[in-house]
């Protein structure tokens, strides 16, 4: 049985720089030497995986833009493959472990191919499986934020939706510390009234993403104005939803009617102690959509700057976090995409 050489077996130095490593990842099984290649040969199983693997490998080589680190990976997966003696699990699971590597690093070639959002390009992927869904989702071209006035996508200078998108209940104006408080909450909905509830695609996008959340976590948005010569502030909180509902059922003393200005920080100190027990998600109110039954969000950086009025003018998106919300009320980050380096011979 004769095993087709890959490109490697065909590099003179290599075979001469390193005479004991078997420098292709198909071989002449007339010509195995080692125990390990004749088990391979001797195995239909083991010589299945080692055909899968040199197209993988061969595949890889040609699409990679160093094909002389590709050649040194494969020669050290050679070495520990090797390593494995007479072990035939052992030689298994080093074919299995190298064919997720290459497959990996294809599908985030892949992904890089397309056309990513802003111009960006994949910088770290926990979980290649579900990446390309995550950034393919309406919420990764949303480049605007509350409290844009200029924005990638924006015709316009007018001041964008001060609220956040994904809200389903609202504390109060001028209280808590904060301008504004919203919130997303899982609510107890009996049959009859979702019958009755409004089928437009955005209430329902909201309500799904608010049955999703992890149990006992609910969302909290925080706004507050600091005057026009400052940036306004705007947060996004995991909290306790028990504690929320204990804090929306305290009632905000009254203003005095006498005073100039709204006072703002009635009940700030019981907020803060919720705030205590929960985790900022981000410095902004970001989109949030489903995958897999899961609460995502996409958390957006800018090269821009804050202008008179405490809005934002965001010059250029120069990168996309996407990060799932967990029950510890922390937040895992997925994948991210980000402004690709400055080429060294680019004049600055």
């Known amino acids: 049985m004769r095993k087709r050489d890959l490109i490697l077996s065909s590099c003179v130095w290599c075979a001469v720089s390193v005479p004991l490593i078997s420098l292709a990842a198909s071989f002449d099984c007339s010509r195995a030497s080692t125990s390990v290649e004749r088990l391979i040969c001797a195995s239909g199983d083991l010589s299945r995986l080692d055909d899968v693997l040199a197209e993988a490998y061969k595949d890889a080589r040609g699409r990679s833009s160093n094909a002389a680190r590709r050649g040194r990976e494969q020669r050290q997966w050679l070495v520990r493959r090797d390593a494995c003696g007479e072990d035939v699990a052992c030689i298994r ?19 890089n191919a397309v056309a990513l959002p802003f111009g960006l390009q994949s910088t770290y992927i926990r979980d290649a499986r579900i990446c390309g869904a995550l950034f393919s989702n309406p919420a990764a071209s949303e480049g605007c934020r509350a409290n844009d006035v200029v924005c990638p996508g924006k015709a316009d200078n007018i001041g964008t939706s001060t609220g956040p998108l994904n809200t389903n209940g609202f504390l109060a104006y001028n209280a808590y510390g904060y301008t504004e408080v919203s919130y997303l909450a899982k609510e107890d909905r009996d049959e009859e009234t979702e019958q009755f509830d409004d089928p437009n695609s955005l209430t329902a996008d909201t309500d799904e993403v608010a049955d999703a959340l992890p149990k006992g976590v609910a969302v909290l948005f925080l ?28 009632p905000l003393p009254p203003n005095d009617p006498k005073a100039m200005f709204i006072d703002r920080e009635r009940n700030a100190d019981l907020l803060k102690a919720l705030l205590k027990t929960g985790e900022r998600l981000a410095a ?42 967990e029950a510890n009320r922390k937040a895992t980050a997925f994948y991210q995409l980000s402004t690709p380096p400055r080429n060294s011979n680019e004049k600055k």
Do not use: Q
């Open 93 to 111: 699971t080093a074919y299995e472990a190298r064919l997720k590597a290459l497959r990996t690093e294809d599908r985030r070639s892949a992904m």
């Open 223 to 250: 706004g507050r104005f600091e005057g026009g010569r400052h940036p306004r502030l705007a947060e996004m909180w995991a909290v306790d939803v028990a504690g929320l509902r204990e804090l929306a059922a305290t």
């Open 284 to 325: 902004e109110w970001p989109p949030m959509f489903l995958h897999g039954g899961r609460v995502y969000f996409v958390e957006r950086e800018c090269s821009g700057t804050w202008v008179y009025g405490g809005d934002y003018v965001c010059n250029r998106v120069i990168k996309l976090t996407f990060k799932r919300l």
